[in-house]
């Protein structure tokens, strides 16, 4: 996600520096004209915009620490990494400390449409902020939806869009282990919702995945199982019994524990079949 959106920042003509962990993931990107630095101080040295896309909200923080020399008061920080509920108040924190303007900002999309520039920006922050993203924000979305002022509003709007996305992919997977199970064509599954209210893209899309055998990654079991652990936790500080998600939880564990956590989250199709590694 974040190379790809790297790649557009610079195709729309601006002045992008990246940092990795593994520098070696960066270093195609020097190609789009990017400059691959070394660490995250390099990275943000000079810069309007500090945009974070990396695993969870803890690896978040030690980046953000690790640039902090390079820092300058007034930096926009564009946050897109989804942290949940507990992880955003450190990193606002963390602004707080390094005197830095704070945008909440997930985005709801996976590889193919970061590639394409057409993610959806689900942002939170102070309007004044606005203005200069834009650039920013143009070059890595479709389009930009502001949920408010405070952050926070963001991450909560994309914990809830994530749910829905993630219970898509389990029952689409268990519809198809089902089917296998039983001796059914998956095909005449689909024959039979075609063009009515229970047929949908998503679905073709990660059937096909599944009768194919090919999980090449748009959004990884690792990470998938990383986001349902934060919106079950968000559900349980709400007050909010969200069994479904639970589930879906344990399901993206045990496909990673077959050896699945880096392909394709429809490959939670595997944990259907215990003992089998696909």
């Known amino acids: 996600m974040g190379a790809a959106m790297a790649r557009n920042l610079c195709r729309a003509g601006l002045d992008v ?11 195609p990107l020097a190609d789009e004209g990017a400059r691959v630095v070394d660490s995250p101080r390099e990275a943000v040295e000079g810069a309007d915009v500090v945009l974070t896309m ?19 008061p007034g930096v926009l920080w564009l ?27 997930p985005v709801l999309g996976t590889r193919q449409p970061a590639e394409g520039g057409q993610l959806l ?6 309007g004044q902020a606005r203005a200069g993203l834009s650039p920013v924000l143009d070059a890595v979305g479709a389009r930009t939806v502001w949920v408010g ?5 963001a991450t909560r709007l994309k914990l809830v869009c994530n749910s829905w996305v993630l219970t898509v992919t389990h029952g689409a ?3 198809m282990a089902l089917a296998e199970g039983l001796g ?22 990660k059937s096909d995945a599944i009768r194919s055998r090919d999980f090449t990654p748009s959004f990884a079991v690792s990470t998938a199982e990383k986001d349902a652990r934060l919106i079950v ?27 699945h956590a880096d392909e394709d989250m429809a490959a939670s199709y595997w944990a259907s079949f215990p003992g089998e590694g696909g």
């Open 79 to 105: 946050q897109c990494t989804t942290v949940g509920v507990d992880g955003l108040p450190p990193l606002v924190e963390l602004a707080q400390d390094y005197q830095l303007t704070f945008v909440d900002a």
């Open 233 to 259: 936790a968000a559900g349980e500080e709400a007050g909010v019994r969200l069994d479904v998600a639970a589930a879906g939880r344990e399901r993206f564990r045990r496909a990673a524990e077959q050896g």
């Open 17 to 27: 520096r990246v940092w990795n962990r593994t520098r070696a993931k960066a270093e």
């Open 173 to 175: 997977a268990e519809a």
């Open 184 to 205: 059914v064509d998956p095909q005449g599954f689909l024959d039979a919702i075609e063009g009515g209210s229970l047929d949908m893209g998503y679905l073709r899309i």
């Open 121 to 126: 920006v689900l942002a939170a922050g102070p």
């Open 149 to 153: 002022d405070e952050p926070g509003a």
């Open 54 to 72: 990396l695993y969870d909200g803890p690896t978040t923080a030690d980046t953000i620490r690790a640039a902090a020399p390079g820092l300058r």
